[in-house]
């Protein structure tokens, strides 16, 4: 379910571009090194959080 959302997330926000005929080559690669480095934000906070609660939890 997950995968199918994402896919649509990553169609709907590169749709612009695909049908704007000015962009470049270096429009698409930003774009897509932007959506790399929120994907790994995302995933550098959940691991903080989880490791935060993982420490509440034990009391360490």
């Known amino acids: 379910m997950t ?3 994402i896919a649509c997330f990553v169609v709907i926000t ?3 571009i695909y049908f704007s005929p000015e962009l470049t080559d270096d429009d698409f690669d930003n774009t897509f090194h932007n959506i790399r ?3 790994q934000r995302y995933v550098e ?3 903080k959080l989880q490791y935060k609660s993982n420490k509440k939890n034990t009391g360490a």
Do not use: E, L
């Open 3 to 5: 995968t199918i959302a």
């Open 14 to 16: 590169s749709f612009p």
């Open 37 to 39: 480095i929120s994907g």
């Open 45 to 47: 906070n959940n691991q």
